[in-house]
């Protein structure tokens, strides 16, 4: 199973940017998808960004026109670039991926936490 490890959170300031990034520890040269979820405190687990490698994206509302997904295929990395944050963008960030050719370009939290594997997190913290 693909082990994925993310990293760039931190605390900002509201108006402020962060670039998210997401290692594979596989190289994947077929058809995949990946995700950016995030979980606030006391909430359920949540879309932001879903990436197919065929160069399809989604965006969840709340962050639709602010950040950006993106793969660097060369190096196994998925980034997710945040920008104008603001303070309900404070969040456990964690990526998601289905390396599989026949992954489902879906954002159905449930079709993710049945196939997808899943890093362990990295934080983001926005102020006021």
């Known amino acids: 199973q693909v082990q994925l490890v993310e990293s760039g959170g931190g605390s900002v300031e509201a108006g402020g940017s962060l670039r998210l990034s997401c290692i594979a520890s596989?190289?994947?040269?077929?058809?995949?998808?990946m995700g950016w979820f995030r979980q606030a405190p006391g909430d359920e687990r949540e879309v932001g960004a879903i990436?197919?490698?065929?160069?399809?994206?989604f965006y969840a509302s709340s962050v639709q026109g602010r950040f950006i997904i993106s793969e660097d295929n060369v190096k196994n990395i998925l980034y997710l670039q945040m920008n104008s944050l603001i303070p309900e963008d404070t969040a456990m960030y964690y990526c998601?991926?289905?390396?599989?050719?026949?992954?489902?370009?879906?954002?159905?939290?449930?079709?993710?936490?049945?196939?997808?594997?899943w890093g362990q997190g990295t934080q983001v913290t926005v102020s006021s």
């Open positions: 990436f197919d490698s065929t160069g399809s994206t």
């Open positions: 596989e190289y994947v040269n077929s058809r995949h998808c």
């Open positions: 998601a991926a289905d390396l599989r050719p026949t992954c489902v370009f879906t954002m159905s939290y449930e079709y993710w936490a049945l196939y997808g594997s």
